[in-house]
DNA sequence: GTGAAAGCGCTAACAA
DNA sequence: TTGTTAGCGCTTTCAC
């Protein structure tokens, strides 16, 4: 058996092709009865309706395309169910990817909803696509980042100060008497992490006795996090931080398993710690993690509502949207 | 400007649109230079394959679905990240979606696919879903399970031993000591839950002198174990459980939360605790987890293949594949 | 309120 | 090796 089509359809209600469609796409318009008699043709044959003629003959997807940086980051998971929630509510279905910090898999994601024509994308970038980005503007495909803000200004955008957020963090450290801070971080291409980095330079840079290193790792995962960890042990203790800032939780959550748990390195006291996302385990790690929280869904569901916007219209300005984070003190930093 | 397609290529190579078709799809059978002109062209136009065009022609997509009952818990993350790279590796994309444990949600993303006309289906199922799979499977699209066997034996499915997982975990709790085990699931209707939970119970049955409790929830989340958390706490000392069982480890950490925490309860000592999943932070967590761990990625791995296979050859007698799980202890259960 | 028919972009069978 | 053509299932004028 195989597919019945709007043609079966019609055949069994007795009515044409258009108005199998018109009863799909404006029932409205088509008499009670015929509805009636149309569906229960549809209903008898389990008729499911072909979506890539539907899209064919439109000319675009009910698809919206997301790229995260990660799909084990519950940062990025949250944003992500979030994005998935508010498309459900506007009718659309949302493909969601992530790229892995890798350009050849974003590049993947986007040739993927390219062919598949969604109606936009949501990417948070890991290298630079705005040309791109723009290319597939003017062919209809509007986008908006997420998590990050373009640098020209061209494209929407949803995100939260990370230079701020590295500041909040930082700052707390010094203010809790931490002279030696080091920052864990990784690839700095990625825009979060040197944003971070630098709210961290300028949080130092006011505070003359205060140092701050910076510590760079392939990616922002717990694994990477244990092996910075594993550097630090290894270091005579008089040089290692008295404070590290990890650009996420995930790595602090890695240090801690390496400092904390192996390393027997007492956190706060002789190391405070400060991550950033301010995920669901941050509190009920081994130590609670201070963190800087971000509004997760708020940021998911905004873009969501730009992009549809800008998909309706597409001679919308460009808008940016910057929330601000969070400083969320637990006992991996209270001294 | 808008897509261009085969034909403006055609067009600008100066060939036919059938030849520009053949340098997509098999482009050993056309000449070399005429590959190197219409490749040319292609670049020159920026063009893009209309994938609901090719889909609407060949009759399938090269989208599989999956559905997971969470996109948060890391355990089905990962399985996805697998099933992600597995497929890309046959040419196929991966269309991810999580029920949320609600048979409505999984109901409309079995739709979407279905519209979409997915080249097959991985689900780890909420609801009795067997009916609709095989009517899919009546009109082409084949379905096998994940993390979780089917009943009746007439979908192939990988999965990983749940009344063994239950088992194992409640046996070390009695063998390390424990009499008053309480076994903390969620909703009963989720066939991984009420296995373990059976095996919770055969591991209790040889041992008159253990109790076994069932506390049942909504869901497995950490907020569910939260509450589940508190609940405990109120109860007067004596007539709480000596050991918990959880049914995963987002729950797990959720009672870590409340009863650890802020319930200031000694764990081990006054409540020993095993989860299930061994997901990344159960070693990080504020008291590191026991847990039985799963191969999350063999699981995602495996299914995609068996899928694959079951799409090419409609035929093929369906397979249950099932793996053991193992147990890992930590601190929240050794006394 | 309903029907007839064109055409979206592509692939594959067949012809040249 | 390349070109021509039918047709996949749908939506959408335009008649009636």
Excluded: C, W
């Excluded at 519950?74 to 892995?100: C, H, K, M, Q, R």
């Excluded at 061209?154 to 939260?160: D, G, L, Y």
């Excluded at 630098?198 to 760079?216: D, S």
Aim: proline share 5%; glycine share 8%.
């Amino acid at each position: 058996m195989v597919s019945s089509s709007v043609k079966d359809v019609a055949a069994l209600a007795r009515v044409s092709i258009g108005t199998v469609s018109n009863v799909l796409n404006r029932p409205e318009i088509v008499s009670p009865e015929t509805v009636e008699r149309v569906t229960l043709a549809m209903e008898k044959l389990s008729y499911v309706r072909n979506e890539a003629a539907r899209q064919l003959r439109v000319g675009h997807s009910h698809a919206l395309g997301l790229i995260t940086l990660s799909g084990s980051n519950p940062f990025f998971t949250d944003l992500t169910t979030a994005a998935e929630d508010g498309a459900t509510l506007a009718g659309y279905s949302v493909i969601a990817g992530n790229s892995d910090e890798k350009k050849d898999r974003e590049s993947g994601y986007l040739n993927l909803f390219e062919e598949l024509r969604v109606r936009g994308v949501l990417i948070s970038p890991v290298g630079n696509i705005v040309p791109r980005l723009r290319r597939m503007r003017d062919r209809g495909i509007p986008s908006v980042l997420v998590d990050r803000v373009s640098n020209d200004l061209s494209f929407s955008s949803v995100s939260v100060d990370d230079i701020a957020g590295g500041s909040l963090a930082v700052t707390h450290l010094i203010e809790s008497g931490r002279r030696r801070i080091a920052f864990v971080g990784g690839p700095s291409e990625i825009r979060q992490v040197s944003d971070r980095l630098r709210g961290a330079r300028q949080a130092v840079a006011g505070h003359p006795g205060v140092t701050l290193e910076a510590i760079t790792l392939n990616a922002l995962t717990v694994q990477e996090g244990r092996r910075a960890g594993e550097a630090i042990v290894e270091r005579p203790a008089a040089s290692r931080p008295d404070a590290i800032f990890a650009a996420n939780d995930l790595l602090a959550i890695g240090l801690l398993q390496t400092l904390f748990m192996q390393g027997n390195i007492a956190i706060p006291e002789e190391i405070a710690l400060v991550g950033y996302d301010d995920i669901l385990f941050a509190s009920a790690s081994v130590v609670p993690l201070t963190s800087i929280r971000q509004p997760s869904r708020l940021i998911g569901e905004t873009a969501v509502r730009l992009l549809l916007e800008e998909a309706d219209d597409p001679e919308l300005e460009p808008r940016q949207i910057r929330y601000q984070p969070e400083l969320v003190v637990r006992a991996s930093s209270a001294s």
